[in-house]
T-cell receptor
Framework: DTEVTQTPKHLVMGMTNKKSLKCEQH?????MYWYKQKAKKPPELMFV???????INESVPSRFSPECPNSSLLNLHLHALQPEDSALYLC???????????????FGPGTRLTVL | QKEVEQNSGPLSVPEGAIASLNCTYS??????FFWYRQYSGKSPELIMF????GDKEDGRFTAQLNKASQYVSLLIRDSQPSDSATYLC??????????FGAGTTVTVRA
């Protein structure tokens, strides 16, 4: 199974709402990622979890809060977002290089987020 | 200087032709190099990766790497309309981070 799944596919939220994005992989990967992608731009890294520990936070505002409950699940909690946070949010997973790979990252289908 | 630069598009090629995509990177310590294909409204799909100098072929795709020139390319042979997409070059400068180029949009005209 070479699939990363994400829910929901689409999300519309107001600036005062709290919501969560979910990601799951069953490839046994031990690194998971959140990316943000705006239209006609490449993905921008937000967070990296390695062996369920947060290893990279790319100076993301605190209104985005990641969580890794176990090795196959990754959540992104959203609170008090701004309209400019509207984007495609992508989850990815990989096997870290200390497992003898080249860190090929596989992306989920994404959540299209609109903040009103 | 951007970490990863791709040849500016869009690139339009006739069906059956070769599409040639180029990418340069700035970090000499980069070890892994990837090409992702992204259809409009979809997520990036990994189509090729390469880590040693030379050519790597997979079906109609060939990736080429020249670490001395800090250059990686992707050739798409016998281009099909289904190859119309944005192609993202990505480089791993450290253990986890992927640095992406801006992408090149390819249109294959029938």
């Amino acid at each position: 199974d070479t699939e990363v799944t994400q829910t929901p596919k689409h999300l519309v939220m107001g600036m005062t709402n709290k919501k969560s994005l979910k990601c799951e992989q069953h490839m046994g990967h031990r690194a998971m990622y959140w990316y943000k992608q705006k239209a006609k731009k490449p993905p921008e890294l937000m967070f990296v979890y390695s062996y369920e520990k947060l290893s990279i936070n790319e100076s993301v505002p605190s209104r985005f809060s990641p969580e890794c409950p176990n090795s196959s699940l990754l959540n992104l909690h959203l609170h008090a977002l701004q309209p400019e946070d509207s984007a495609l949010y992508l989850c990815a997973s990989s096997q870290p290089r200390d497992r003898g790979t080249y860190n090929e990252q596989f992306f989920g289908p994404g959540t299209r987020l609109t903040v009103l | 200087q951007k970490e990863v630069e791709q040849n500016s598009g869009p690139l339009s090629v006739p069906e059956g032709a070769i599409a040639s995509l180029n990418c340069t990177y700035s970090d000499r310590g980069s070890q892994s190099f990837f090409w992702y294909r992204q259809y409009s409204g979809k997520s990036p799909e990994l189509i090729m990766f390469i880590y040693s100098n030379g050519d790597k072929e997979d079906g109609r795709f060939t990736a080429q790497l020249n670490k001395a020139s800090q250059y990686v390319s992707l050739l798409i042979r016998d281009s099909q309309p289904s190859d119309s997409a944005t192609y993202l070059c990505a480089v791993t400068p450290n253990d986890y981070k992927l640095s992406f180029g801006a992408g090149t949009t390819v249109t294959v005209r029938a």
